[in-house]
């Protein structure tokens, strides 16, 4: 069993940077592939980003891909996702997901979900 918690989130302006984080508990949190994940209202859950559970690979949406960086610490039961260049498209609620294939981009496959962080970018 893995508990997943989010931090880091707040408010922006368009061209700003951001740091979340995901702190995990639970003892197999290191032999799970990670996501990020973020739904903004009225939207459906959106896949933004995944590393595997030995961090050698990561994955991005078309969205995000060169401005986004996910990372991991298994030996802290950590994982972070650095947010540069910030748009308003970005505000939503992040969250941090374990527990699901690398690469899967449908919510509903990953097993294991912190309750989210809300992250707003004004213009």
Not at 21 to 33: E, I, K, M, V
Not at 79 to 92: C, F, I, R, V, Y
Request: aromatic share 10%.
């Amino acid at each position: 069993q893995v508990q997943l918690a989010e931090s880091g989130g707040g408010l922006v302006q368009a061209g700003g940077s951001l740091r979340i984080s995901c702190a995990a508990s639970g003892r197999t949190f290191s032999s799970h592939n990670m996501a990020w994940f973020r739904q903004a209202p009225g939207k459906e859950r959106e896949y933004v980003a995944a590393i595997t559970w030995s961090g050698g690979n990561t994955n991005y949406a078309g969205s995000v891909k060169g401005r986004f960086t996910i990372s991991r610490d298994n030996a802290k039961n950590t994982g972070d996702l650095q947010m540069n260049s910030l748009k308003p498209e970005d505000t939503a609620v992040y969250y941090c997901a374990a527990g699901g294939s690398f690469g899967s981009v449908v919510a509903g496959r990953w097993r294991y979900w912190g309750q989210g962080t809300q992250v707003t970018v004004s213009s």
